[in-house]
């Protein structure tokens, strides 16, 4: 297996782990492991996280929740709590009237989506646990929190819905005003599946099924969410500092949402801790902190607890998804079908609607197919709603399609690293446009592969586990694979244009030059962790040639960064860092003007290498970039007509996605007693292009991984028939800590992208997306031979113990009777009881 | 996240404490390590009126032997009692059990007494005093008393300590040569509490164990003891298969909770599969 | 109201409490001490993570004044003289950190483990840390970071 994809490939291997360095050699930081130059305030403790922010009068606000899921608002009764010692005021959403406005969703997927009003304060229905009723103002926030319990709501209480296919049967309605639970229908097709289907049933080929479901999850950042709005003592101006991934969108929906004129708001995000998707939002907080600062006055915060957000910050991932694959009898695809039905929960926020169509484009993977349909049921459900979480609609894609093709495998009696071989797009196929309509620039999924499987030991382990099968060992072995491609680098603003998101994918740098010949780079990007500072540095050094510490980077405050469309998406360095990039080369052409001037040279004749101009033919005629930019400041002898700069912005739109891809290989071994599994082996090879700083790429890969991991084995947000969120602590949503993850191998590929002049295709959310269906496949492979054929995720002990012993059970439901780990009927052959 | 409000009090020798607690009436609760009642606390399940902190009464705190019994300060540490070399000699296993306990910060706060009080059912140490037969001394009003492991532990969070009474110390029997240990923990991630936990201490003479000791951690509301496995241990060899035999038996006349960790029937599943390896590695260790 | 007495980061302070104050608050919100965060609400992710008298406690799950006549140290309070602890040098050398959140308790954890550990196996620094959680990192760079600052202070000792 490992010969044959061994030859003849021409992927540039990389060292595994790259030692990390404090200064580069001289010229050259891009593709370097960097330390970064975040790191000291964070060691030392000296952070800037909004909570930490004291402003004289700064007052406390507390939001009361609704302890039920559906209910009717009947009366909000804050007097006794404007009673309570250190109270400054209370509202319900009557008292604020109009100013709060709605929340704003940006994502209108289809024309005729069903898009209901999300009131930060609820107005005279609660629709999720959790949803804010009223806010409380305090001195203190000892003393918010006592009063938020004297705050009296009547609730009458209705019916509630979690399960989706008893939400789409419109019996018990979450908007009783919109008449139905199902949010929009989303069709794509590329070619014609039906006829894909009776080819293959013609032919004596398969048609093959499965139904897979998308857990949700919480994506419990480290950082609770966190707001302080600080009203500007001269007129209608604020600042609003947010743990935000998005302070200019939020900036511009603030703005809409309150009415206050867009150059009256600042936003800042200050230190953030961590995003992953959930604080690409705009929240009621938000908006309620705004309207509250506006009208008292003064400036105010709220920060939430842990278990509070768990119910008021959005979840991730909830789907059903049902897959059919049509191919022949060796394996090859003739066509795709999914049909999904994705939870929105009760409110849509800013990009509720669109993730599961982010991975509409996805399912066909990196495999070559001439038929696929797509379909996607938005539903409402009386849950909390749910948006982007790392990955955004593209682990759920590449779960699906993972899965199936290795459930596709052991039906054919196929290899299932040989069923991909056949299907996917071979390294000299590409530029290659995918029958879902998008042209991947490049890659090496057989150099990947081969890389993987040779780290893996693929073939030994193969060889362990027979000889363990063969005699009956309590703990069997299991292979899970995952050969992912993701669509990043978000995104041709034309494209999201056609799909009726309501923002474009561009993204800005402006580079300064100071006069003493220091660098301000100003990024439109918000990094929470991603190392923007070192990794822009890292690219303005080497394109200006200027030292690593000359650099600064601003970013993250809508006034010193005003333009930019923020981190997520994993579209930061793909086009903000290659934005940076050619804002320094339009320096470097200015520059180059002035130098010419100042060597008395045809620019034709000036060169630039290392920071430094010089004349072709003329060694002692040189100057450097920085005393360039003190030339340009005083501007005593410059080009006649020329703009005594030399500083320059760039806004790069991108031309397409990025594509990076990987393969994914795990080893978990299954006490087949207790059902455990335990992950043995994970190796990781990645393609992500070219590389900026390998430790950094290396970092997002561990942390991606240990989601998707996650999500496999341990995550779970469980409703009861109530919709009461049970899991409502980190007691009992389990993240897991070092002693439940394994060391990863990791490794890469670099096939650099061709769209972009780095050639760099985005990390960010790739190890999340890869790995969840390599650790579910590989617990299923486990115990396969036992006539498990499918295990529910998270792939806990119970499940994995119910589904040996029950031959042709998923598991069920982990949660006992009342509760519901998926809603109502799961998979159509179990229950969740002893059987 | 902001616990409700309440007095508090410091004293500094159970006297005063067992006073104290007399004039705070009902809604006083003891406050040891924290590590249970504050997060309680934090999310509003509990509103004491009065907190009566053990923290300075160093007569609690410490290990001793005293004849053929190991006395454990109800205010020693988890930390302390996993290091303690008293402990480490005599009773391996409390040692042992009390390291699964949540992780080092908290281990460095929560004391032994504190959890044995607030008697979680998915707390380790109940089944592990259950296994050693341990006494419980309480001081009240009207003086000392003792109360067996088998009587200490009566409901859901639920002890024989009385409303004004403090848990002074627990005695732990020194199990003589022949006996071997060990405590086995099933839980979901490392720092989550036992779906199931199992304590064995099982005393072998020539090749048979002699008799055993089986503690199981949340089978029921309290700990319990696998009586049936235990009569059906003696005499077994240790060789052959016989111990998974009587192991089979553990999850005999339990009625072990459904929830979101576990449901009952995997429960029982689990407490017969960690019984038969928490013998063979109390075996092992003899 | 309670007085207490607490040094924190080698300063004293004395005050008056309520008895209910957490003491992570007291140190964020009475002294300013901002650089130890608060994470969760249940004393599961170790954010919160100082040294009491020197050994590590989730700062949001004692009382500020069970804290009363203790000697407390921060992160803020880790480095001396402006050098950086070996703890805090290796996070720095092997990118253990990303958004930095978690890292403050992470590092006092770390340091309390190898106090007690001076030459802990991955698996011991992995179960040691098991009480402090990370979103970003994936933990693998940190348990290098613990690993090579035991290494060095093994060096530094030998």
Redesign the interface.
Known sequence: MTEELDAGLIAEQVEEHPEAIDQPDATRHIGRPLKRKEDRRLITGRTRWTDNIQLPGLMHMAIVRSPVAHARINRVDVSAALDRPGVIAAFSAADLGDALGTLPCAWPVTADMVHPDHHPLATDEVRHVGEAVAVVVATDRYAAADATEAVEVDYEPLPAVTDMEEALKDEVLVHADKGTNKTYLWPFDGGDYDAARAQAEAEGGIVFKRRYIQQRLIPAAMEPRSVVVEPLTEGDEYTVYSATQIPHILRLMLALTCGIPEQQIRVIAPDVGGGFGSKLNVYAEEVIALVVARKLGRPVKWTESRSEGFQATIHGRDQIQDIEVAATRDGRILGLSVDLKADMGAYLQLVTPGIPVLGAFMFNAIYKMDAYRFRCTGVFTTKTPTDAYRGAGRPEATYAIERIMSDLAYELGIDPIELRRRNWIKHEEFPYTTIAGLTYDSGNYEAATARALELFGYDELRREQQERRDRNDPVQLGIGISTFTEMCGLAPSRVLGSLSYGAGGWEAASIRMLPSGKVEVVTGTTPHGQGHLTAWSQIAADALGVPFEDVNVIFGDTQSSPVGMDTYGSRSLVVGGVAVHLAARKVVDKARKVAAHLLEAAEGDVEFSGGTFSVKGSPDAKTTIQEVSLATFAAHNLPDGMEPTINADAVLDPENFSFPHGTHLCAVEVDTETGRPTIRTYVAVDDIGNVINPLIVEGQVHGGLAQGIAQALYEEAVYDADANLVTGTMVDYLVPSAADLPEFTTDRTETPSTTNPLGVKGVGEAGTIASTPAVVGAVVDAVHHLGVQEIRMPTTPERVWRAINNSGSDGGSRAAEGTIAYGGPQTSTTAGGAE | ????????L?PHSVDAAVTELGRAGEDAKV?AG??SL??L????LAYPTV?V?L?GVGELRGVRRDGDELVIGSMTTH?EVMHDPLVAEHCPLLAQATSTV?????R??GTFGGALSHADPAGDLPAVAAALEATFVIEGPNGRRSVPAAEFFSDYLETAVQPGEVLVEVRVPVLGPGWGSAYEK?N??????AVVGVAALVRTEGGSIAEARIGLTNMGPTPVRASACEQALAGVSTQNGGIGQATDLAADGTEPP???S??A??RQ??AR?LSRRAVQKAVAAT | MARIEVTVDGVSYHDEVEPRLLLVHYLRERLGKVGTPIGCDTSNCGACTVHVDGVSVKSCTMLAVQADGTQITTIEGLAQNGQLHPVQQAFHDNHALQCGFCTPGMIMASVDLLQHNPSPSDEEIRHGLEGNLCRCTGYQNIVRAVRQAAEKSAEVTA
């Open positions: 996240m902001i616990p409700p409000e309440f007095d508090y410091r406050l924290g590590q504050l997060p606390l934090r999310l509003r907190l902190d923290g930390h949540a992780d080092p910060a908290v460095h706060r099933f979901r991630v490392a720092q989550a509490w459904s929830d979101l576990a449901q029937d995997y599943h689990l599969v």
